[in-house]
């Protein structure tokens, strides 16, 4: 069964201070590793797709990273507004269905 | 394009109800996805629709639920009776064709309805 576990659940960083989130996940022939942020009452937003193990992606403080067992999402020189749940997801062959994990909660201290 | 439109943003019922939450998901867009996040829990995907039709509706926690998309832009997901343990964020996402044999797309999300059963 695809499954996909997230730690920590929660992080405080403060302002500046880099650090890393994880994603160890179980699927039966990766289709796509998804990076997303959700801020509280909203739903999650887009960030990244990986596909194959070394992959890399990155958008400002952010950088993702894929091995074949788990995902990073590196956040270098955080600032409070990069405050937010980060969820992972994955996506197996033959299937439709994206599995999520719990998320982790990342609050960055001014 | 407006992203995909839920509606309504809360909800508050009492117990026994029944309650009707409505999707816009994106034009163009041909998978749709209802997922249900509480705190316990995270994100669990209760039903996705191919096209309008039904593919896997396995997620659906048990009877009371059930879903319909009767064409490309709308789709309903209903609860009927609703119980406090049915509180909940519900989204909708949307995806271009979630074919098998290609590669992933991504999901957009809607904002949710926040769905409180008393």
């Known amino acids: 069964e695809d499954q996909v576990t997230q730690s920590p659940e929660a992080l405080r960083l403060q302002e500046g201070e880099s650090s890393s989130l994880n994603c160890s996940y179980t699927v039966s022939g990766l289709r796509g590793l998804f990076w997303y942020r959700q801020d509280p009452g909203k739903g999650p937003e887009f960030l990244f797709t990986l596909y194959s193990a070394g992959e890399e992606k990155e958008k400002e403080r952010l950088k993702a990273t894929l091995t074949k067992k788990e995902s990073f999402l590196h956040i270098t020189a955080p600032k409070p507004e990069d405050s937010a749940t980060y969820l992972c997801?994955?996506?197996?062959?033959?299937?439709?269905?994206?599995?999520f994990g719990t998320g982790t909660r990342l609050k960055v201290l001014a | 394009d407006a992203g995909v439109i839920q509606s309504p943003r809360h909800e508050v019922t009492e117990m026994g109800q029944e309650v009707t939450l409505r999707c816009k998901p994106i034009?163009?867009?041909?998978?749709l996805f209802w997922y249900r996040q509480t705190m316990m829990r995270g994100l669990e995907l209760l039903i996705y629709?191919?096209?309008?039709?039904?593919?896997?509706d396995s997620g659906m926690p048990e009877d009371r639920f059930s879903a319909k998309m009767p064409n490309a832009s709308f789709s309903t997901l209903k609860i009927q009776p609703s119980e406090p343990r049915d509180s909940a964020v519900y989204f909708c996402?949307?995806?271009?064709?979630?074919?098998?044999?290609?590669?992933?797309?991504?999901?957009?999300f809607g904002a949710g309805s926040r769905l409180t059963v008393l």
């Open positions: 996402a949307s995806s271009p064709l979630a074919g098998a044999v290609s590669g992933a797309n991504v999901l957009t």
């Open positions: 034009s163009g867009h041909n998978s």
């Open positions: 997801a994955v996506r197996g062959s033959g299937t439709y269905k994206y599995i």
């Open positions: 629709f191919n096209n309008n039709v039904p593919i896997d």
